[in-house]
């Protein structure tokens, strides 16, 4: 029976979850380096057959498969099914480690283990056999599992357990092992290709729960432990400011003090976060320096790489500097907007680049001079793939920001049960080809312009060659946004996707954070990465228990 290569791996992580096969390969065929010369290979290696004399046990033979079997499996199967039994049906199946003997059934040479079909009787490293089972013959399917917790193994018959065969087996590598003698023998394999007679996966399933079981047994057995764990899941909720979980978490141990920080400082950075989100840069800005005065004005860096998120909101049409221009824009110029139940924030006053505020004075530059774009790089804090760092704050209640182009916020946005739409480039109804730097709208874009260029002067106040080196290219590769009349659309448009302004915040998050001697990377984190180094190294230094723990089951 031919099986899908897709479906054989599929059923093999399934079985064996934390088998990295990049490193440690699972056995999936016979060796046709690794076998006696007695011995044919069919069907992809799988399918063994006899073609010696016969005469007598000189004339056995025996074949391993092409790799040991992992230690990170914790339990590894493999079945076998007699084809024939041949002229006398001496067979043995079981395991071997590398270099044995191969003119032998598995079983009579040293470290070698093997239960053999014409007695039933088990052999390990002598020609001698102890009584373990019944005889098998044609037709019979023999499972043999290996136990890397205990270093045990056992058999089974049909699809049936037959007991423990050996224990206390070395703690080396070892190979599925089968070995023939006499005319006409023929076996095959099944390594998890194709589901087994034996319920392994149940099997399996009782080891990790005993695992866990014992895991949680410890927990709740030492008093300091669970209450180390409880003040590490306190500073997680803390650092991404989950209110509603803190109150709840603190009710559920009988705990009325909430530690670390207070509600109301948390629901301050809450407040941050949802400007960030929203593409409201300014409006953060002059948020953090009201409710955490200092930060910014201590991190020029940071404050830089505000501004520029800003410049690239204006380039979107999100940001306050421009909005309020791009809605009157908008709404003299009778722009069609389904604004069906949206409540449209009113057009204040808009506010001025050399508002002390916003940390910028107005030095406008000859409308001559241009702003070149030279080279590109990411935001702080940012992943490679553009995701969000470690850092990032969650709230109870999710941000609802809805797109429709490049993932760019449209100017919809959920607050306080209300939305209203930050963007005149009114979307609604439009293709992205129409879309226009701020709505179109060119006293905002000459705003837009002239913000963009005072970032020059900023850039010019961190004095750090490296640092001054870094933020240059990302000024530039925002400045890059303005040489394309699509930006969205453009090979830079990445930029203006919400996502981008994740990172932005887990850098201002952090520096909050900090600033109350709060970790600015929750401590669980970090121990749930020592923790799977931890499981790593038990797994190389052969503790097989290690394979049915995974941190991401205790995540979920």
Same mark, same amino acid.
């Given at each position: ?98 270099? %044995? ?24 490293? %002598? ?150 989100? =929203? ?39 999100? =940001? ?232 991401? =089951?205790?995540?979920?």
């Amino acid at each position: 029976m031919d099986c899908n290569p897709l479906d054989i791996q599929k059923r093999l992580k399934e079985l064996y979850p934390q088998v990295d096969e990049s490193v440690t390969p699972l056995p999936r065929k016979w060796s046709t380096k690794d076998k006696y010369t007695h011995l044919n290979l069919q069907q992809d290696g799988l399918k063994v057959l006899y073609a010696g004399q016969g005469k007598n046990h000189k004339d056995a033979g025996s074949v391993r498969a092409t790799h040991p079997i992992p230690i990170s499996c914790g339990l590894y199967y493999y079945e076998i099914k007699v084809i024939s039994k041949g002229r006398d049906g001496y067979l043995g199946i079981g395991l071997s480690a590398q270099g %044995t003997n191969l003119n032998r059934l598995p079983g009579w040479e040293k470290l070698t283990y093997g239960y053999h079909g014409d007695d039933g009787h088990k052999f390990f490293s %002598t020609g001698n056999g102890q009584p373990y089972g019944p005889t098998y013959t044609t037709g019979d399917v023999i499972g043999c599992c290996l136990n890397l917790i205990s270093y045990s193994c056992f058999y089974t018959k049909n699809g049936i357990h037959i007991g423990d065969a050996f224990h206390n087996l070395p703690t080396m590598a070892l190979f599925p092992t089968v070995g023939l003698q006499t005319p006409n023998e023929e076996l095959i394999a099944n390594f998890g290709q194709r589901p087994f007679e034996f319920d392994f996966a149940d099997y399996v399933k009782e080891w990790r729960i005993a695992t866990e079981n014992m895991i949680y047994k410890h927990i709740y057995k030492d008093e300091q432990l669970s209450n180390t764990l409880n003040e590490l899941v306190q500073q997680y909720l803390v650092h991404h400011g989950y209110v509603g979980s803190i109150e709840a978490f603190h009710k559920s141990i009988g705990d009325t003090q909430i530690q670390q920080e207070s509600l109301r400082s948390i629901k301050n950075r809450q407040k941050i976060k949802t400007l960030v989100l =929203d593409g409201q840069i300014g409006e953060a800005i002059e948020k953090t320096d009201e409710l955490f005065p200092g930060i910014l004005s201590s991190n020029s860096t940071l404050l830089f790489t505000l501004k520029v998120r800003q410049f690239i909101e204006m380039v979107n049409g999100t =940001d306050s500097e421009v909005e309020g221009l791009c809605n009157n824009w908008e709404s003299n110029n009778h722009v069609s907007v389904k604004s069906s139940n949206l409540n449209l924030k009113a057009c204040s006053t808009p506010r001025h680049i050399h508002s002390t505020k916003s940390n910028l004075e107005y030095h406008p530059l000859p409308p001559s001079e241009p702003m070149h774009v030279e080279s590109s790089s990411k935001f702080e804090g940012q992943n490679d793939d553009g995701g969000l760092s470690d850092n990032e704050m969650e709230t109870d209640a999710a941000v609802v920001v809805k797109h429709t182009r490049n993932g760019v916020t449209n100017g919809v946005s959920g607050q306080n049960n209300s939305t209203k739409v930050s963007n005149g480039v009114g979307d609604y109804g439009k293709s992205r080809s129409s879309s226009k730097l701020c709505g179109g709208n060119p006293d905002a874009v000459q705003r837009m312009v002239e913000f963009g260029q005072q970032l020059l002067l900023l850039l010019d106040g961190i004095k750090s060659k490296k640092v001054h080196q870094k933020n240059k290219d990302i000024l530039l590769e925002a400045y890059s946004l303005l040489a394309y009349s699509d930006p969205w659309s453009s090979p830079v448009g990445y930029q203006l996707d919400q996502i981008q302004r994740e990172p932005v915040f887990a850098s201002l998050n952090s520096a909050i954070l900090k600033s109350q001697d709060l970790p600015t990377k929750p401590p669980i984190q970090t121990l749930i990465g020592q923790t799977k180094l931890c499981l790593k190294k038990m797994l190389s230094h052969k503790i097989g228990t290690a394979a049915f723990v995974s941190v991401s =089951d205790y995540l979920s």
